[in-house]
């Protein structure tokens, strides 16, 4: 069975921590994505990359950063975290336009 | 730009059959489609339809598509505690390249009542 796996289900930061956030897919999928879900706002892309190395912003990217060493593995950044990161973070993958397949999500609590 | 929208909420009883609508604005849109959260859960691909076809059915799922309107439904027929859920619509199209990143919608709740 394909599979994203988020490393985290929980997370608990302080303010100011630097905050990584690790995604792996098995399914050898160029495309890799982040979104933050939050009520009411539904998803939000933070970044998403098409290939190793290679990084696009999304609609929200202020505050976050990137990471695809490898193909099957893409890490969220949160440089200084802030109470207002406090979401829900979720990483996707797909090949082409086929729709994506998502992770079970990391909530983080920024405190 | 593109967007996507739908209602946020819907609630019906057990048994009886749920619709969700969805509106989008991608006139290029190639497919669509619908996923389902869980309470505390990712996003699960539940269906899609490839845009030249009008409907799509999957056992009590029923896809429809009107192309002109730019208008898409699922129906969910008998309707179980187990269906409830927030359903995405989301649509991808040839506008923003061959990665076709999908555009969403923000989720409409389904609430199903004993």
């Known amino acids: 069975d394909v599979k994203v796996t988020q490393s985290s289900r929980y997370l608990v930061k302080r303010t100011g921590e630097k905050v990584f956030l690790e995604c792996v897919q098995d399914m050898d999928h160029e495309n890799m994505f982040w979104y933050r879900q939050d009520p009411g706002l539904g998803l939000r892309l933070i970044y998403f990359?098409?290939?190793?190395?290679?990084?696009e912003k999304g609609d929200i990217p202020e505050g976050y950063s990137v990471s695809r060493e490898k193909k099957e593995r893409f890490s969220l950044i949160l440089e200084s975290a802030s109470t207002n990161q406090t979401s829900m973070y979720l990483c996707?993958?797909?090949?082409?336009?086929?729709?994506?397949?998502f992770g079970s999500g990391t909530r983080l609590t920024v405190v | 730009g593109e967007d996507v929208e739908q209602s946020l909420f819907l609630s019906v009883r057990e048994g009886d059959s749920s619709v969700i609508n969805c509106t989008y604005t991608?006139?290029?849109?190639?497919?669509l489609y619908w996923y389902k959260q869980e309470p505390g859960a990712g996003l699960q691909l539940l269906t899609y339809?490839?845009?030249?076809?009008d409907m799509k059915q999957d056992q009590r799922l029923t896809v429809l598509l009107n192309k002109k309107d730019k208008h898409l439904s699922l129906r969910i027929a008998d309707t179980q505690t187990g269906d409830s859920a927030i359903y995405f619509c989301a649509e991808s199209g040839l506008g923003r390249g061959s990665q076709g990143n999908l555009i969403f919608g923000k989720g409409t709740k389904l609430s199903v009542k004993p």
């Open positions: 991608d006139s290029s849109s190639t497919y």
């Open positions: 990359s098409y290939d190793v190395k290679m990084k």
């Open positions: 339809i490839f845009s030249n076809m």
């Open positions: 996707a993958s797909s090949l082409t336009a086929y729709g994506y397949t």
